[in-house]
């Protein structure tokens, strides 16, 4: 938000807090970081806004796994906020709920930094501002176990996480979104079964996991150290 010293307090508060078509500013708690900043002589103040839930409207051929995949949701957020929606009688012009985006970014977002994965190149990207830090080979879900195209962040950090479901240790795994209420994908090295033998070494670049985008041991371990909880992540079709 641009400032200017006659910008403030009764001005900013008369807004109705409308930033664009269901974007919001949280005007009340804006005031003090636009008052701030006017103060210190700056011209821009950053605050935050909300983004509401949307209405979308049943194509022929949709199904739920499409309409969430298609809007960057994980299957299990729209059914969450369409309770009693059974996914196997969705009918044209059926109206559902597309949650809002702000549930995939529960932490403060850092600035400046930003993971790119392209599924098309099967290539991972950090950036710094507009420099690119790393150009990784990446491999990322198969067809029938996708990694979602869409806008997330890094939510969690650990040097080794366990996945029960497929016996699998992950070295440097950071998670990115929950495809379920207790199960996140993320980023992280070639992962190990218990037994010790190491899955997909040599298949890099194309797509292979289960869903989350897999790194080479020492590519993993670079990004895993460059990066913070909160970082932007783009996927990329």
């Given at each position: 938000?641009?400032?200017?010293?006659?910008?403030?307090?009764?001005?900013?508060?008369?807004?109705?807090?409308?930033?664009?078509?269901?974007?919001?500013?949280?005007?009340?708690?804006?005031?003090?970081?636009?008052?701030?900043?006017?103060?210190?002589?700056?011209?821009?103040?950053?605050?935050?806004?909300?983004?509401?839930?949307?209405?979308?409207?049943?194509?022929?051929?949709?199904?739920?796994?499409?309409?969430?995949?298609?809007?960057?949701?994980?299957?299990?957020?729209?059914?969450?906020?369409?309770?009693?929606?059974?996914?196997?009688?969705?009918?044209?012009?059926?109206?559902?709920?597309?949650?809002?985006?702000?549930?995939?970014?529960?932490?403060?977002?850092?600035?400046?930094?930003?993971?790119?994965?392209?599924?098309?190149?099967?290539?991972?990207?950090?950036?710094?501002?507009?420099?690119?830090?790393?150009?990784?080979?990446?491999?990322?879900?198969?067809a029938s176990s996708p990694s979602i195209a869409g806008v997330f962040q890094v939510?969690?950090?650990?040097?080794?996480?366990?996945?029960?479901?497929?016996?699998?240790?992950?070295?440097?795994?950071?998670?990115?979104?929950?495809?379920?209420?207790?199960?996140?994908?993320?980023?992280?090295?070639?992962?190990?079964?218990?037994?010790?033998?190491?899955?997909?070494?040599?298949?890099?670049?194309?797509?292979?996991?289960?869903?989350?985008?897999?790194?080479?041991?020492?590519?993993?371990?670079?990004?895993?150290?460059?990066?913070?909880?909160?970082?932007?992540?783009?996927?990329?079709?």
């Amino acid at each position: 938000v641009t400032v200017r010293a006659g910008v403030v307090g009764q001005n900013l508060a008369a807004l109705d807090g409308t930033v664009a078509d269901g974007v919001l500013l949280d005007v009340d708690g804006s005031i003090p970081a636009v008052r701030a900043a006017v103060e210190a002589g700056a011209h821009r103040a950053r605050v935050a806004v909300a983004h509401l839930p949307r209405t979308y409207t049943v194509q022929p051929g949709d199904t739920l796994v499409s309409i969430a995949h298609d809007h960057g949701f994980p299957v299990w957020r729209l059914t969450q906020v369409n309770p009693g929606l059974d996914p196997g009688a969705l009918q044209p012009a059926q109206q559902i709920v597309i949650p809002s985006v702000d549930v995939l970014f529960p932490l403060p977002l850092v600035e400046g930094r930003r993971i790119v994965v392209d599924l098309s190149e099967q290539r991972l990207r950090a950036y710094e501002g507009d420099n690119l830090v790393y150009d990784f080979v990446a491999s990322t879900g198969v067809a029938s176990s996708p990694s979602i195209a869409g806008v997330f962040q890094v939510l969690s950090k650990e040097e080794e996480a366990y996945a029960s479901s497929w016996d699998l240790w992950m070295p440097h795994f950071m998670g990115i979104y929950r495809t379920g209420p207790n199960f996140t994908n993320g980023i992280h090295a070639l992962p190990t079964l218990s037994s010790g033998v190491r899955l997909w070494e040599g298949l890099l670049g194309r797509p292979v996991s289960y869903g989350c985008i897999v790194l080479g041991l020492d590519e993993a371990a670079a990004l895993y150290r460059w990066t913070e909880l909160g970082t932007l992540v783009v996927i990329q079709e």
